[in-house]
């Protein structure tokens, strides 16, 4: 990009890494420095002279934020999900969308078997009953967990992330099912995965672990009745996003026992309230989805969103675009 064309760019938070740094020696960066994301009302003013955007998850672009920044030409998401842009919108002004796939798969998939892992061996109701002054001695009844080698793992979606989730399983014998659009005969034939109905993977599964964008169609994809039908004692493992569940019919159904336990990196909403009642259950794992937060993960996040961003002001066409369309 020329040194003379500097277009203004805004990031709504500091990211991790080099990245920013790069960006700056091309543009004309303004970085928000708090910790929580601008308010809507101040990201709606620091967007009206903005030629590039670069958002996070937090951070709502819809129909009024582009009505706000009419020299906008690029947004770049710091995510794989962009379920926080209207990208239908962004494509009717020609605003290419760029995303960080592909980068956090292993990442994530780690994550999401470390919870599992943790959920079922009740590791954070051990480290605080260590920490609380109870352990008096060892005890053939102690913190019973649920053995995860040779258990049933549902996989509902297998897509980049789930399929690593399954070779994860794979190492500890587990017997893997899976629901997806469509089937994945290559990943049936080199895992022995089985693709089955959702009614089969939630009775047969011992943990269910979620793995779907968030979209009208999988929005409290597990609900009351996918609860009630779900294996006594199945754990959840949720790492995509929050609205996937019904959250108050998780909530009711672990408190009534019918669960063996959940584990969440995703809420609905984020942050999770404090007088969520899931904070009261023992069976309940959480963390502040922080998936994918490992040092080298993030820092290229950072990195291919700002690759990204480059390639839509230069008018080229973003390394990871949304809506590819634009450029057809």
């Known amino acids: 990009m020329a040194p003379h064309v500097r277009p203004r760019v805004f990031v709504t938070r500091q990211l991790p890494g080099e990245a920013l740094d790069r960006l700056g020696r091309y543009v004309e960066l303004q970085v928000w420095e708090d910790e929580l994301p601008p308010p809507r009302e101040t990201l709606l003013e620091r967007v009206r002279n903005v030629e590039g955007l670069i958002t996070l998850l937090t951070d709502k672009v819809d129909a009024a934020l582009l009505a706000a920044a009419p020299s906008l030409r690029a947004v770049s998401n710091v995510a794989v999900g962009y379920d926080n842009i209207d990208v239908q919108a962004c494509s009717a002004r020609r605003i290419p969308v760029g995303n960080t796939p592909g980068v956090l798969t292993e990442t994530t998939a780690d994550f999401a078997f470390a919870m599992l892992m943790g959920l079922a061996r009740k590791v954070a109701e051990a480290d605080a009953y260590v920490r609380a002054g109870r ?175 480059l390639a839509a002001l230069e008018g080229r066409r973003p390394p990871h675009c949304v809506n590819p369309e634009l450029f057809s």
């Open 135 to 309: 352990w008096s001695t060892w005890s053939p009844t102690l913190l019973l967990g649920a053995d995860i080698h040779g258990a049933t793992l549902g996989l509902v979606g297998l897509g980049q992330i789930g399929a690593a989730v399954a070779r994860r399983a794979r190492g500890f014998g587990m017997r893997v099912l899976y629901v997806n659009r469509h089937p994945r005969p290559e990943l049936e034939a080199e895992l022995g995965l089985r693709r089955v109905d959702k009614a089969t993977l939630l009775a047969e599964s011992d943990f269910v672990s979620l793995h779907v964008p968030l979209t009208p169609e999988t929005r409290h994809w597990v609900g009351r009745a996918e609860l009630a039908a779900m294996k006594p004692g199945a754990m959840l493992i949720n790492t995509t996003r929050g609205p996937v569940v019904d959250q108050a019919a998780l909530a009711e159904a672990l408190a009534q026992g019918k669960l063996g336990g959940a584990a969440l990196d995703v809420t609905d909403p984020e942050p999770l309230p404090m007088d969520s009642p899931l904070l009261k259950l023992p069976n309940v794992l959480l963390a502040p989805h922080i998936a994918s937060a490992s040092h080298a993960t993030r820092g290229l996040m950072a990195s291919m969103a700002v690759d990204n961003l």
